[in-house]
């Protein structure tokens, strides 16, 4: 079983949906948890971080983590076209340089 | 304007040379990595620095080489033992928190 499972995609809405992008994990001793954004030939951006379990709320994007069931979540409402990107969850364990990534979840969002 | 800077973006090698990688970054960050993306794959972790002079394997780094003589400077070589070169290479570099790294634009390498 991989470190950290994310669904592909792609995934395609229309303008203003709410979207839903989700990583699961296996390895319980993840204490970080972070979403990138990354355009098509680009190099990925950091969004947001959450520490521990709990929500974190940035404007229009927000991370979910739920330690219990180690499941992971990123909400966009109202989703713009700008929005279409590869969007990228990763973990770190608490003492660790290293971070997991999954493998990204291809949004599209149409107008 | 602070960030990490790769170079070049664009990089094409023929078979059994070697070839290396630029990633220079102005801000102050003491731990740099590389990272392999292939299509549909996520990052993996070729090698890491957390201080000058000092480096760490990743999970993938057979095929490559780096150096780090300088803090703002993680030089990575491709190999020609490298048996499948071709791929998007990013540089990131982070301070204290090192969940918090940051990326570079990327060179993509194509092995013609």
């Known amino acids: 079983q991989k470190e950290v499972e994310q669904d592909p995609g792609p995934l395609s809405v229309p303008e203003g949906a709410i979207v839903s992008l989700n990583c699961t994990y296996s390895?319980?001793?993840?204490?970080?948890f972070m979403w990138y954004r990354q355009y098509s030939r680009k190099g990925p951006e950091l969004l947001m971080y959450t520490y521990s379990s709990g929500n974190k709320e940035d404007g229009r994007f927000t991370a979910q983590v739920d330690k219990s069931s180690k499941y992971i979540s990123l909400f966009i409402r109202d989703s713009q076209p700008s929005d279409s990107a590869t969007y990228l969850c990763?973990?770190?364990?608490?003492?660790?340089?290293?971070?997991?990534f999954g493998k990204g979840t291809k949004l599209t969002v149409n107008p | 304007d602070g960030g990490i800077t790769q170079s070049p973006k664009y990089l094409f090698r023929k078979e059994g040379q070697n070839v290396t990688l630029s990633c220079e970054q102005n801000l102050n960050h003491d731990a740099m990595y590389w990272y392999r993306q292939d299509p549909g794959q996520g990052l993996r972790l070729i090698y890491y620095s957390q201080i000058v002079n000092d480096f760490q394997k990743g999970d993938i780094a057979e095929g490559y080489s780096v150096s780090r003589e300088k803090k703002e400077s993680f030089p990575l070589t491709v190999t020609s033992a490298q048996k499948n070169p071709t791929a998007f290479y990013l540089c990131?570099?982070?301070?204290?928190?090192?969940?918090?790294?940051?990326f570079g634009p990327g060179t993509r390498l194509t092995v013609l």
């Open positions: 990763a973990m770190m364990r608490s003492g660790s340089e290293k971070l997991v």
């Open positions: 990131a570099s982070s301070g204290q928190f090192y969940n918090e790294q940051f």
């Open positions: 390895n319980s001793a993840f204490q970080y």
